[in-house]
Every structure is written in C-alpha cells, then in structure tokens.
C-alpha cells in the first residue's frame, strides 16, 4: 500500500457545484478501487491524500496529473504505508477559506517554520499536518454532533416515557373507578330486587344479568391488574389478556337470549371460545415449562 499527496491549483476557480460534481466521481472511482484520501480546498488551491493498493493509487495519481481543471500538480509525499490514514474514507472532503485555514491547529507554527517561500501548500509537513488537523477536527465535530444528538435523543425518549407512565397511571386509577361503581351498581341492583314486591329473593332472570356484571367487575379488575402490571414490571401478561378476553365472551354467552340469535352467530362465538381457550392452556403448559 502506498501513500501519495500532492497539491495543485484550480485552472479557475471551482464552485460548490463543480466541487460536488469532482467529488461523486472521485468517491465513485476510488470506492472501486479501495482507494482512500481527503481533498482540501482552499482559495483555489487544491490538496489531496490518496491512500490504497500502489498500482491503483499510481494509475488515479497518473490521471489526475492529467486533468486540465487544474494545474502545478506537485507531488509532495509518495510513501509506503501498513496502515491507511483515511481508512474509511472514499474521498473526504473540505473547503477552507484563509480564515478557517488559520484556525487550523498548528496553522500558524507550520506556516512559520516550514514554508519555503510565499506559498504554504508546498510544504510536505504543513499539508500532511492540515490533512490530519482537518481529518481529526471533523471526527470531534461529528462526536459532537453524535453525543448531543444522542443527549437530545434520551432526553426525548425519557421525557415521552414519563408521559407514558403518567398516562397509564391515569388509566389504572381510571379503572379502579371504574370497578368501583360496578360493585356499587350490582349492590343496588340486588337492593332492588331484594326490597321489589312481591318479595322473591332472586328471579332468573334477575339472577343472569347479576352473573354478567359480576363478570364485568371482574374482566375491570384483570384490565387493573394487567396495567397495574405494566406500571410494575414493564410487562403485559398475555395469558391474564387472553383470560379476560375468555371471561368477556364467556360474560356474553352468558346473558345471550338464544332464541334471537342466527346459528352462524352460535358457531362464530364457539369457534373464539375454543380458539382463546387453546391459547389459554397453550400459555399455562409454557408457563409450567419455564
Ligand atoms: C483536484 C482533483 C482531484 C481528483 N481526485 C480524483 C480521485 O481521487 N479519484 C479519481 O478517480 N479521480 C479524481 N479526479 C478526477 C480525475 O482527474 C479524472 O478526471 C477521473 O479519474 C476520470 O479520468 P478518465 O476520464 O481518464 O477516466 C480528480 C480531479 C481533480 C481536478
């Protein structure tokens, strides 16, 4: 594997739109051939890392010289390398105006101390120092932008879990009342029927719509336990959900008068209380297992 990096400077000046253009094609190319790099530029000069396979790098390095966008193509370093700089890196990419290039770490010492004549991209060291400056300010950017994003993104995800617990918590203490005023109902109702003349304790009748909202009491007491549940231990109980579901048909059979209903309807009704009632013992035998 070898190292090249050369700078050059743009036959005229290159706008974001050629920039872009420059860089789809170079990504696409090196990709291809594992090539890897950074391309800086600034104020019309050009300065770029190819790192990869020494045949590949040697033939772009080759058509590059070639291209007429730019010209002064001086190569600066050409090293064999075990490890890439870039690794994962098609073609990294940036533009530095003189403003931004001077608050590039070292910026100044490499510009005093290694620069022979007016220009400073002809020094090796300067631009391997600005490419590794560039390469590891944009790492810390991009870390930045992650943690904080990633801070926003738990504070988010805390503040809508808090508003889920509260509402469930709404919902339990919902429920209660709602249990409540069931019990509170069935009293009345076996108030009236005790105290209505001519004094029978319970009629049938009487009797069946009593079992049904003794069972309405009851499947609003599984609903409470499964999300006073949830508000515990995270956990939603399929079997207790399956055995409330059982309890709710079975508190429809209960108080079906059959003598209006459709057959079809008989069987539908039959066919979910066998398929509820499998699934119930399915869970207990899983239950039992664990
Ligand atoms: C500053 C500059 C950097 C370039 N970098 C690359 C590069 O990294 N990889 C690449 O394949 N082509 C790069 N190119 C484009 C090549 O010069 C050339 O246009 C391209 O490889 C297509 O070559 P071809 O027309 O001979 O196939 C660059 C051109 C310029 C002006």
Redesign the pocket.
Known sequence: MIRIVYV?VATKPFDDKELLQ?LA??RA??TERL?S?Q?IYSDGT?M?V?EGPEKEVDA?YA??KK?T??TNVTLLERNTIDEKQFPDWS?GFKTLNREQLEGIQGYNYQFDEDVNGDNPFTSQLFVSELMKNVKNQYVADISREGAALHQADTSLIGYLNKLVNYTVLVLAALMAFVVLCGVAEIAAELYVMIKSTPYVLLSISGITSTFASFLAVLIAIDIFINISLYVRKHVIAVRLVVATALMAVARKIIVLEFADIQPMQIIAMAGLVAVLGFCYYYLSRLKEND
């Open positions: 050059s420059l094609r170079c190319s090196n090539i790099g391309l050009f770029q190819l772009t058509r590059i291209d966008r730019h073609m």
